[in-house]
């Protein structure tokens, strides 16, 4: 029967011949093979870096099992966020050749003649969690104009939109404060019934806010809400300590300060924002997407994390005591927030749900 | 001599020499293996392409070690190359490429600055240490008038340089840390200069009452120091493609390692440049091992400490069997 096999074959051959003349064009421009994924970050000495490394080691694993992707690294750069460990370490991921690099940088410039070498490779470049004026290169982050948004809109309708308020302003001068300041500000002149009734530098950090609170405490009138980026938790013990009513505040979400809020410290309707952790998985899939030929814009904004207090109590059960909240993102809430991002609606975009361990 | 064996071989080196190599052998010994995994787990770093990508990160690195190298052999140490070298990236980026006269003025007056910081050092018997911490804080307040924000541009040039593929398939990068590492050796160990250098480390009385001008020699030194800096800047400069004043305050601790890696002591008299190189680029490749290692992200840091100090622990051992 050795010439009906090879008829078989040869049918079978014109067949696929056929099947790959008519439709490999569209196939292989719809659906590349999963790609390989390296993530390189300048550092691990902080919660939110941590954080952000666990949710992307965790959403990784996940995607390589789906068959999104075929393989992934994670590289931290060793040394207190240094530009030329990272360099080096970029280096060592240009011979493996990736097919997307993800890059949570030490510095938005210094990067830029290696990451362009990158680019020249034809590998995918998603820098996050920073600007970079490198053109070759996207770019996945959270707005701090909506992190200011997000925090100062749910004091100031905590507080019934009338009464007094503490502004607590971050690092004064650097681009994210200005961006912050400047939202603050609109809102603030938009409810003239708020009045500002102090202001005090916190570097949104928790122990400098109690400091420069408990130095002033004792001049300030009944205090309604402190309008900040995530100092609440030193801001409401600074009011415990001078024995006063604790006002709405904005925490850090992290575990201990949502579980210092759980005990019901803090007036109601106080909120936790911070730019989310969760960044390294959304350049993740928003690079898949890239990867697969998809139109994406340079810049994709998504939002930071959010914790009202309604969901607080489903949030502290999701984080752990050493992290930082982070968004749960996956390859469809992704498409949907890049969609928001190309129909220019990112301010009314669905916030993701919240994560479930 | 018909005896043989590795104990003997060791003692029938001169012990000084013994003293001053070995140590950087053992560095070497380290490098090649570093190396040799690393060619293992990535076979692509064996051209020039490759090598040129790894090695380029360690320029600045290597010629920084210099520095800090000439400045350990006078018995100083230099707790300001760091924000020096990130000084330089910023008269580089802002200053070079558009005014190149000026640019050359400042880095002249930088190389003049360290001359002085020495006179300051022999003059007024105030401790390097001191001096030189307090100088970090000039070079970097100088860096942020020059270039507040990092970023600007680097001359053509230097651009040139970093897509420079030379002949014969050698790495751009081996071979200005050779030029660099060959000219330092010449000087340090080839002219008088050198000579007073190491004697004013290791015994400053006998230099003098030679009849040599301590404060020339410090000053001599410490503008070495500065033009060696000053070449730091410019590769690294090349490789961050702008300036950055804060770019590598790690450098300052960073090159004191190489320079202990290759041989050098903190109480100075000992020039080691070979063994500098060969400890700059020991610690650089650490980097991309632990890259290619693919270890969890908790414990690269701890291994990047454990095999440095398996290194120096080395060391100890072969400095006390020569002893």
């Known amino acids: 029967m050795g010439i009906g096999k090879f008829k078989c074959l040869a049918v079978i051959v014109a067949l696929t011949a056929m099947f790959a003349s008519t439709s490999s064009d569209t196939i292989a421009k719809e659906m590349k093979d999963a790609p390989s994924v390296a993530l390189s970050n300048a550092f691990l000495g902080n919660a939110w870096r941590r954080s952000m490394i666990t949710a992307f080691e965790e959403a990784a694993a996940k995607a390589e099992k789906d068959g999104i992707i075929s393989s992934w690294k994670v590289s931290n750069a060793p040394g207190e966020n240094s530009a030329t460990e990272q360099i080096a370490q970029l280096k060592a991921l240009l011979l493996e050749k990736p097919d997307i690099l993800l890059v949570n940088p030490a510095s938005a410039t210094t990067l830029n003649p290696t990451l362009q070498k990158a680019c020249d490779m034809g590998i995918v470049v998603v820098v996050f969690d920073s600007a970079t004026d490198l053109e070759c290169a996207y770019i996945v982050t959270n707005s701090f104009g909506d992190w200011a948004r997000l925090s100062t809109q749910a004091v100031i309708d905590a507080i019934g939109g009338k009464g007094n308020v503490i502004v607590a302003r971050g690092v004064q001068g650097s681009p994210p404060e200005i961006e912050m300041s400047a939202v603050q500000k609109k809102l603030l002149a938009a409810n003239p019934d708020v009045k500002v009734v102090g202001e005090i530098v916190s570097f949104c950090d928790s122990a400098k806010a109690q400091e420069a609170l408990l130095s002033t405490i004792a001049s300030l009138p009944k205090v309604d809400g402190v309008i900040g980026c995530g100092e609440g938790l030193g801001a409401v013990q600074a009011f415990q300590t001078a024995g006063r009513d604790a006002p709405v505040v904005a925490f850090a979400p992290s575990g201990r300060a949502l579980k210092f809020w759980g005990e019901g410290n803090g007036a109601p309707g106080s909120v936790a924002v911070m730019s989310d952790p969760g960044q390294g998985v959304a350049a993740l899939f928003t690079a898949v997407n890239i990867y697969q030929g998809k139109k994406i814009p340079r810049v994709t904004i998504f939002p930071p994390v959010v914790v009202s207090d309604d969901e607080r109590d489903k949030w502290i059960a999701a984080v752990g005591d050493d992290e930082i909240a982070s968004w749960q993102w996956t390859k469809e809430l992704v498409d949907a927030q890049i969609q928001a991002n190309i129909d220019g609606k990112v301010a009314d975009a669905a916030l993701p749900p919240v994560p479930v361990r | ?323």
């Open chain 2, 1 to 323: 001599m018909n005896v043989t064996g590795p104990a003997q071989t060791l003692s029938a080196l001169p012990k000084g020499l013994a003293l001053r190599a070995l140590p950087a052998l053992l560095t070497l010994v380290a490098m090649v293996i570093i190396l040799i995994i690393c060619g293992i787990i990535q076979p692509h770093i064996w051209s020039q392409s490759g090598l040129t990508l790894i090695m380029s990160p360690i320029v600045a690195l290597a010629i920084g070690s210099m520095a800090q190298m000439v400045m350990m052999s006078i018995g100083d140490i230099d707790l300001s190359i760091g924000f020096f070298i990130g000084m330089i990236t910023a008269m580089v980026a802002s200053l070079l490429g558009e005014t190149p006269i000026i640019g050359i003025l400042a880095l002249a007056g930088s190389v003049l600055a360290y001359a002085f910081l020495g006179a300051l050092v022999q003059l007024r018997s105030v401790p390097s240490l001191i001096a030189t911490l307090g100088a970090s804080f000039i070079w970097l307040g100088v860096g942020l008038f020059l270039l507040p924000s990092p970023g600007g541009r680097v001359p053509n040039w230097l651009f040139n340089y970093i897509q420079w593929e030379p002949p014969l398939s050698i790495p751009a990068p081996i071979i200005t840390m050779i030029i660099a590492t060959a000219i330092t050796w010449f000087v340090t160990k080839r002219t008088k200069v050198g000579v007073h250098f190491r004697s004013l480390g290791s015994n400053p009385v006998a230099l003098e009452r030679s009849g040599v001008s301590l404060l020339k020699t410090r000053m001599l030194a410490y503008a070495t120091v500065g033009i060696l800096g000053v070449l730091s800047g410019i590769t690294l400069s090349a490789e961050i493609g702008g300036g950055d004043v804060n770019a590598v305050p790690g450098y300052t601790l960073t090159t004191i390692t190489a320079v202990i890696l290759g041989g050098g002591m903190f109480t100075g008299g000992r020039a080691v440049p070979w063994g500098t190189l060969v400890g700059a680029v020991t610690l650089g490749l650490l980097t991309v091992l632990l890259t290619f290692l693919n270890l969890s992200s908790n414990l690269q840091p701890a291994v990047q400490g454990l095999i440095v100090i398996a290194v120096l622990a080395g060391r100890l051992v072969v400095d006390r069997m020569v002893r």
